[in-house]
């Protein structure tokens, strides 16, 4: 093996695109290009991130490459690194290497798929392929598939219909095969490792930021990265739902909300733990945490084949509604507040979402408009909370408490599997790491 290590088994890709294959319709072609690489400022670019579907059927890192599968066949296009591209970035896949990775026999370089390309859209049943999201590639698809049209009297047709490539790519994604689940165990423990260093870390005087940069210390140090814009949250930001700002100073008698994890080739994790800057929660942090829990354990337990998406935020729900009531926050009948949905001013979001090769996963929440039913391989979060307001007619104690736990949930024939299950979140544990 040469320059580069594979990061997908073949087997695994090869299983990936053959199911794939069996999805689309006969004598269709699948089109799919990496994606651009995002400018930071000025000339200076983002780390490059390639695109999930092209990676999720390729394994490949390539900046500029292009998948054309059909039925039958699979023939990628690359271009491959120059001395001088090289020198500035280190190692590019050439054509052997690249079916090194890949395991696809048919690589090109990437001057031919101009060449290529009538022939590869001629006469074709139908074209799959990311519309709208390359502006370039649209004008060129499109632009040649109604020239071949005009064409007719030639004998020869463009594509009879133009699919997005979600229709088939997307629902392969949303079921996860045992080696992913097994890289998305290993992103969870090194989500729960970090988690469990920022906890000990944490005590008055400390900066958002600061933790910020343990979490970071420990991704990196396993090969992950951020999954997303961490959110280090203390005392009333936690209430912010999107606080990325993690700039402000810790003080006794806060709590932090921290929803952070890792990813490592493109498999996400998604995590969110809650936990005193002192040694200990107040009272009220201690009761609207414990309601919390309920709920997500709960809503865990209710992440079952044939549950839907809808029934897990439900019972999350109602479990939060006996919770302030109980409390006094909510007043009526659990009906009434259900029926007027009171409970926003303090629960606004969902429960969960599909989490994968994108931290929001693609594929379908709703079919022909109804929730769609869990089935073994889904993964999905499930994350209720909890936001108090700092308004007047809000006891002081409960004032800018912002709970939520998050775990990332396998649905399994065998019940629900929970990635982040080794991940302390019983508040004796969590207050034991301090
Ligand atoms: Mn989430």
């Not at 945490?289 to 709960?298: A, T």
């Not at 029934?311 to 479990?319: C, I, N, T, W, Y």
């Amino acid at each position: 093996m040469g320059r580069f290590l594979p990061e997908i088994p073949h087997e695994e890709l090869q299983s990936r695109r053959k199911k794939c294959q069996q999805r689309m319709e006969d004598g269709s072609l699948l089109l799919l290009f990496t994606g651009p690489r995002q400018i930071l400022s000025n000339d200076v670019h983002h780390r490059f991130r390639q695109d999930s579907d092209f990676y999720y059927l390729t394994g490949l890192p390539v900046e500029e490459g292009i998948l054309a599968l059909s039925p039958e066949s699979a023939t990628v296009y690359i271009k491959p690194g120059s001395p001088e591209k090289e020198t500035w970035e280190g190692p590019q896949p050439d054509i052997i290497e690249t079916t090194e990775i890949s395991g696809i026999e048919d690589v090109r370089p990437w001057e031919k798929f101009d060449e290529d390309l009538e022939s590869l859209l001629k006469n074709r049943s139908a074209l799959y392929y990311p519309y709208s999201f390359h502006p370039e590639w649209d004008q060129k698809l499109l632009g040649l598939a109604s020239r071949l049209h005009l064409r007719g009297r030639g004998g020869d047709a463009g594509p009879g219909s133009i699919l997005h490539s979600a229709e088939l790519v997307h629902e392969l994604r949303m079921f996860k095969s045992d080696w992913e689940i097994a890289r998305m165990q290993e992103t969870a423990a090194i989500t729960t490792e970090a988690h469990m260093r920022v906890i000990e870390a944490t005590r008055p005087g400390v900066f958002e930021s600061e933790l910020e940069g343990v979490l970071f210390s420990v991704f990196r140090k396993h090969g992950a990265n951020e999954a997303y814009p961490s959110i280090v949250a203390g005392g009333p930001r936690a209430c912010i739902l999107h606080y990325i700002k993690n700039d402000a100073e810790l003080k006794e008698g806060q709590s932090v909300l921290m929803d952070a994890a890792a990813a490592r080739n493109y498999i996400h994790s998604d995590v969110t733990r809650c936990f005193p800057v002192g040694k200990r929660f107040t009272q009220e942090q201690r009761t609207i945490y414990e309601i919390v829990l309920k709920s997500q354990k709960e809503a865990v337990a209710a992440t079952v084949v044939g549950a839907t998406m809808d029934l897990v935020h439900e019972k999350a729900v109602s479990v939060l509604v006996e919770g302030l009531r109980s409390i006094g926050l909510l007043k009526g009948t659990t009906e009434q507040i259900l029926e007027e949905k009171s409970y926003r001013r303090f629960y606004m979001h969902r429960t969960g979402h599909w989490i994968g090769h994108d931290v929001h996963d693609v594929g379908r929440y709703y079919i022909e408009g109804k929730p769609r039913h869990y089935e073994p391989g889904m993964v999905t979060t499930v994350e209720p909370g909890l936001y108090i307001p700092q308004d007047d007619d809000i006891p002081a104690g409960f004032r800018g408490i912002g709970i939520r736990i998050e775990d990332d949930v396998v649905v399994t024939k065998d019940g629900p599997l929970n990635l982040t299950q080794s991940m302390p979140v019983e508040i004796e544990q969590i207050e034991g790491l301090k």
